[in-house]
Structures are given as structure tokens and as C-alpha cells.
């Protein structure tokens, strides 16, 4: 069982950049090497979206190609930390913003971009981008 715990985010004002950190933990002291990270977010009444993921154990995120230039993802593999690196924050980038982790299987990679290939989440941290 994998826990995660994000952290980061705030009050932005357009144009800003952002780094949100996601804390992770595999309750057994397993490595977590098996399990892809990945990024969402949830705007209010929208579906929850894809944004990045990388596996642990390789670290080359993969951008939702919408969000190309913007947004990258990393991982400090001694700190089990997973970060989310935003830059140039418009307005719409508002949301609350959750990692997951997934194992990373042949059927995760054909299902990444839905919430539903998530194995396990953290709880969130709100992101507003206002002037």
C-alpha cells in the first residue's frame, strides 16, 4: 500500500511558477521501483485531468501534450519525493492538483491518462491562480 501527501500549493498570480511536492510512502517497505507517478488535477464540476507521469524507477515524465512546456514532473528517489514543476500559471490552471501511484503494468500504460489507473492518492492541495 502506497501513501502519498501533497504539498505546495497557494495563491499564484498569473504568470507565476509553482513547485508542488508529493510525499511518498509504501506502508510494507516494498520499493517503490513497481510504481509509476503521476500527476491530476480537478478544476470545480470538471473531471478529474491527466497532466504528467513518470515512472519511479526511470524518472522521463510524460506530459499531457496539452500541457507541453509548462508542466514537468520529477522524483527524488532518497527523499521519496515527487514533484510537480508549473510554470507560466494562467488563470485556468486553477484546481485542486493530487498525485497518484500506480503500478506500473501493461495495462496501466494502456490507461494512464484515466483517474481510473490509479492504484492510490493523496488527499490534494489547492491551487488558485488569481491577480
Known amino acids: 500500500q502506497v501513501q502519498l501527501v501533497e504539498s505546495g500549493g497557494g495563491l499564484v498570480q498569473p504568470g507565476g511558477s509553482l513547485r508542488l511536492s508529493c510525499a511518498v510512502s509504501?506502508?510494507?517497505?516494498?520499493?517503490?521501483?513497481?510504481?509509476?507517478i503521476s500527476w491530476f488535477r480537478q478544476a470545480p464540476g470538471k473531471e478529474r485531468e491527466f497532466i504528467v507521469r513518470?515512472?519511479?524507477?526511470?524518472?522521463?515524465?510524460v506530459v499531457a501534450a496539452a500541457l507541453k512546456g509548462r508542466f514537468t514532473a520529477s522524483g527524488d528517489n532518497f527523499k521519496n519525493t515527487a514533484f510537480l514543476q508549473v510554470n507560466d500559471l494562467k488563470l485556468e490552471d486553477t484546481a485542486v492538483y493530487y498525485c497518484?501511484?500506480?503500478?506500473?503494468?501493461?495495462?496501466?500504460?494502456?490507461?494512464?491518462?484515466?483517474?481510473?489507473?490509479?492504484?492510490?492518492w493523496g488527499r490534494g492541495t489547492q491551487v488558485t491562480v488569481s491577480s
Open positions: 497518484g501511484a500506480s503500478l506500473h503494468t501493461s495495462d496501466y500504460l494502456s490507461n494512464y491518462k484515466s483517474p481510473r489507473s490509479v492504484d492510490y
Open positions: 509504501e506502508v510494507s517497505g516494498q520499493t517503490l521501483t513497481r510504481y509509476s
Open positions: 513518470f515512472r519511479w524507477s526511470s524518472g522521463v515524465p
